[in-house]
């Protein structure tokens, strides 16, 4: 199957919320009781059963107020730090098609995932030992349809489509609006884009990682550490072999005790 | 109380139980740790119940590893403090590598088991504390956290690394060595090789058993 990218034009959002309601809906996610924080911004960050969430700022521009919107959700890392650091076969998996997916059944709740996570996106359940967290509807595309959320999007802010549609267009987009996209990392790309205005930076948006990579703890553990577990005994043990081999066991002294008895 | 005939009691009760839980829980640590951390290795959890119970049965066994380690950590601190001749031990390397006859005489461990206490020290005080902090690792900064996961799985390397070194010289590399932490005895002969200084002193006391 192709692979999809998600495009979010950052520019055509209204803050409707309509992707918020829709998750919910797809996915069967409980609606949360919340309290008036100051800001539109409702629910105030994601959760076990807000996959998905139109976070608000308020910048000043030239002098004007201005107001951000922006659809915060999984990216799905093509190469996905929440998947290396978890320990448990199938409770988090990259597929084919783009999306990172969880699966609650295999999930242990050890929260590495969120630890490792550069947009701090998995969510943790006290309750249900197990995280949530977006899964792009691998149930919705895998059919052919769009994404709860996409579908719902009144303005056009959120399009889905095949990698290669989605980058032409979001390049052209960017260029025509004076813009860029996010994240415009080559070393780790995602399944999910922005289109961001100009005249703004990533930093602006809360909640945003101006420079979204692979941990660098992350590395040192599963790319060194880890399989120097395995050396590091088994070269010890080698090597306390060899000594055995070589250089025999340390036995006592016996003539000294004969000696001193 | 005697003990057997021409045999030395070097460890008491205590220190022996105390050795083996300290040792079973580190090991069995080693053992799930492997299991939650290779993929390849899903024999271990599968064996144990599971991933989730793999989980908790490692910060259980972590628990227990922890206590044991400071109880050990005050049991043998004093015996385990380097002194002048520890360096001359170590240029001889102990007289594991080649013929040597100018080994200074040890008091109750060598300068190599008193550099194994200290790694355990140092490298388990860094298992436990990045390992309370994996526990529940949302209460801390995220750069905290992801420190934890990465000293954890470093401190493992040096540790699980240096407890080949202690298995196999307190085993079959000294032969008559491991009843020490079994049954307590040892032989007068190992003694006067391996802890000469300590044996002379306990002589000198009538009343040491």
Redesign the interface.
Known sequence: MAEFIKLIDITKCTGCRGCQVACKQWNELAAEKTTFTGSLQNPDDLSYNTWTLIRFDEVEQNGKMNWLLRHDACMHCDWPACVK?C???GALVKTDEGPVVHNTK?C?????C???CPF?IPR?SKEK?NIAKCTLCYDRITDGKNPACVTACPTGCLTFGTKEEMLDKAAKRAEKIGGFIYPNNPKYETHVLYIMPGGLKVADYSHANPNPKM?T??M??KNL??P???I??G???GL?AL??LI?G??????K??EG?? | MSAQEGMVRVTDPVERIAHWILAVSCLFCVLTG?G????SW?VIPELLGG??A??WMHIFSGVIFTFSLVYGYFMWKKDCEFEEDDLGWILQGG???WQTTKLPPVFKYNAGQKAFFWFLVVFGAILVISGLI?W???IFP?MV???A??LH??S???L???I??HI??GT?????TVSAMITGLV????C???CPRWYAERNKKPESV
């Open positions: 650091a320990p448990s076969p295999f242990i709740g050890c929260k590495s969120i630890v490792a701090d943790y030992e941990p703890t992350l040192w553990w550490f880890k120097f577990t395995l590091g005994i070269g010890v043990a306390a000594h055995y250089k066991p340390h036995r006592v002294h016996e000294k005790e001193g008895e | 492997l939650l951390m290779f993929h899903s991933y989730y793999t989980k007289g594991y590598l994996m529940n690792p949302l995220v956290a992801r420190f996961y990465m799985a470093m493992v390397v040096v699980a690394s240096f080949v070194v196999y010289l079959i590399g000294n032969p008559g032989s007068k002969a190992w006067e090789t391996h």
